[in-house]
């Protein structure tokens, strides 16, 4: 990303440079003209020469808002955000649990959608937060009356402002829910139909990362 930005700056820049040239290359044409016609034509051409310059200084100007907004069109049609605030969400439960301890569950392959196995501790607890993301909040009765669930989904998410908003409202969901292993949310990220959470649980020193495929896209 930081290589597309330098090169549009450079663009931006030959493209002002260009503009510059020509402007001073015709100028003498222009007087030429001017001097030989009427006051209206003078006065159009002289508009339209404000507008071509003022256009061009603006896009020298402002290339970075540009630069912004053409890096979020290539977001939207890759599907990849991210949020990472300021300050990570912190759990603020007085109960905690080391991930190992986590239960033990039936393994779930999300691809074929069969059990295979167990697993517990750390595994389990990944399975776990991927069920959890992917499963709409009160939709099936078994979960009704609890924070079991998502209010909304970020995989259907296309723009920056409302992913930002939606993944501060998951963080929320999952430290609420899962708050006595979870210390704190770094960050969430979309990368076209997986969502990365960044977290710190209790008893790991490393950060645990976990990638949530779109289940509910794998079905179709």
């Given at each position: 990303?930081?290589?597309?930005?330098?090169?549009?700056?450079?663009?931006?820049?030959?493209?002002?440079?260009?503009?510059?040239?020509?402007?001073?290359?015709?100028?003498?044409?222009?007087?030429?003209?001017?001097?030989?016609?009427?006051?209206?034509?003078?006065?159009?051409?002289?508009?339209?020469?404000?507008?071509?310059?003022?256009?061009?200084i603006t896009l020298?100007?402002?290339?970075?808002?540009?630069?912004?907004?053409?890096?979020?069109?290539?977001?939207?049609?890759?599907?990849?955000?991210?949020?990472?605030?300021?300050?990570?969400?912190?759990?603020?439960?007085?109960?905690?649990?080391?991930?190992?301890?986590?239960?033990?569950?039936?393994?779930?392959?999300?691809?074929?959608?069969?059990?295979?196995?167990?697993?517990?501790?750390?595994?389990?607890?990944?399975?776990?937060?991927?069920?959890?993301?992917?499963?709409?909040?009160?939709?099936?009765?078994?979960?009704?009356?609890?924070?079991?669930?998502?209010?909304?989904?970020?995989?259907?998410?296309?723009?920056?402002?409302?992913?930002?908003?939606?993944?501060?409202?998951?963080?929320?969901?999952?430290?609420?829910?899962?708050?006595?292993?979870?210390?704190?949310?770094?960050?969430?990220?979309?990368?076209?139909?997986?969502?990365?959470?960044?977290?710190?649980?209790?008893?790991?020193?490393?950060?645990l990362c976990i990638?949530?495929?779109?289940?509910?896209?794998?079905?179709?």
């Amino acid at each position: 990303m930081k290589k597309i930005k330098q090169i549009l700056k450079i663009l931006i820049c030959l493209f002002v440079i260009t503009l510059v040239v020509i402007l001073l290359s015709l100028q003498p044409a222009v007087s030429f003209y001017l001097s030989n016609k009427s006051d209206n034509k003078a006065i159009i051409i002289g508009v339209i020469l404000v507008i071509f310059t003022t256009s061009s200084i603006t896009l020298f100007f402002d290339r970075k808002a540009i630069t912004e907004y053409i890096k979020e069109q290539m977001r939207k049609v890759k599907g990849n955000f991210i949020w990472r605030p300021s300050v990570p969400i912190k759990n603020n439960k007085t109960t905690i649990q080391l991930i190992k301890n986590y239960p033990r569950d039936y393994k779930m392959d999300f691809h074929n959608f069969n059990i295979n196995g167990t697993v517990e501790g750390v595994e389990a607890f990944k399975q776990a937060v991927i069920k959890f993301v992917n499963t709409p909040k009160n939709k099936y009765k078994i979960y009704e009356g609890t924070n079991y669930g998502t209010e909304h989904s970020l995989f259907t998410v296309n723009s920056s402002e409302e992913f930002t908003r939606q993944a501060n409202s998951l963080a929320e969901q999952i430290v609420n829910y899962y708050g006595e292993w979870i210390d704190k949310i770094y960050c969430i990220k979309k990368n076209g139909n997986c969502l990365i959470i960044e977290m710190k649980v209790y008893g790991m020193a490393e950060s645990l990362c976990i990638d949530i495929p779109n289940l509910g896209k794998s079905k179709e």
